[in-house]
């Protein structure tokens, strides 16, 4: 919802910086049943802790009308009386404004001699702590990593028409996640990868909205989607895997505990050798 009642709304006006912070308690926790994982000794198990998972959203203030507070864009989740939730006046972090990046060519070069060389460039363009962006006309070649990793202090950010192609390294781990985010309100479109593993993905406790449109993926060696824990608001529209899946779901103890991977987010209009989606 893009609108909140609160009591009270006093020191509220339009313009405001407020930040949503959505705890995840161990009555939640317990709720999704993310306390259960297996494991004879309790302190090894892989369960959820109070305050790993908070969603954070970073809004403005567009109106207040009475109790009502009408944000400029809609959280991803829905929040109740007894969740915990707080809205606070002030920015949650400083980040840059108003940066761009366009009609690139980067290429990581690496040893042509060692097939799975991993010691150049892990990441092409990396974003954090920085609001209104752009990233379009890009060619990225060779990164082992991510061509665009978007941080968790990200926001307001656009990456499109860029492709990826031919990545160097090993094949597991956190290698050839080639789109990534996990900021709020991204947009990636018209974007390309070949050869990635998890070409198009969203991270941990993403508070979204975030989107890939029209994207394509070409020999994907494992699955786009949500890969880390909790991130709210994905959507996937017009998006094509060849050779690899589309997640939504439940990823159990992979990735030292994910667990459900996604909430209130969609697949739409996409094709994928596999699709899998759990709610």
């Not at 926790?29 to 297996?38: E, R, S, T, Y």
């Not at 009408?70 to 009386?81: E, G, H």
């Not at 991270?203 to 993926?217: E, I, Q």
Request: aromatic share 6%; with cysteine.
């Amino acid at each position: 919802a893009g609108r909140l009642t609160l009591e009270p709304t006093e020191g509220l006006e339009a313009g405001d910086a407020v930040p949503i912070r959505r705890p995840s308690t161990t009555e939640w926790i317990a709720a999704l049943g993310m306390d259960a994982f297996f494991g004879w000794r309790p302190e090894s198990r892989l369960n959820w802790k109070p305050g790993s998972r908070d969603v954070v959203w970073d809004r403005q203030v567009v109106a207040v009308e009475g109790r009502t507070v009408v944000l400029d864009a809609p959280l991803t989740m829905a929040l109740a009386v007894g969740d915990g939730a707080v809205l606070r006046r002030g920015s949650s972090m400083s980040r840059i404004s108003e940066v761009g990046v366009e009609n690139l060519r980067l290429v990581s070069r690496h040893d042509p001699g060692r097939p799975a060389d991993e010691d150049h460039s892990w990441t092409g363009i990396a974003v954090d702590d920085a609001e209104d962006v752009w990233l379009r006309n890009i060619a990225f070649e060779g990164f082992v990593g991510s061509a665009i990793d978007l941080g968790p202090g990200s926001r307001r950010v656009t990456a499109q028409d860029v492709s990826a192609s031919r990545p160097v390294s090993e094949v597991g781990g956190l290698r050839r996640r080639t789109f990534y985010t996990a900021g709020q309100q991204t947009l990636f479109q018209r974007c390309a990868s070949s050869d990635g593993i998890h070409d198009f993905a969203v991270g941990h406790a993403a508070a979204g909205p975030n989107v890939f449109l029209d994207c394509t993926a070409t020999d994907a060696r494992g699955d786009s989607g949500t890969q880390e824990s909790w991130a709210t608001g994905a959507l996937v529209d017009g998006v094509k895997v060849r050779g690899g899946g589309l997640t939504l779901t439940h990823r159990g103890r992979d990735g030292q505990g994910v667990g459900w991977s996604a909430a209130n987010s969609v697949l739409w209009n996409c094709e994928a050798a596999v699709v899998e989606v759990r709610s």
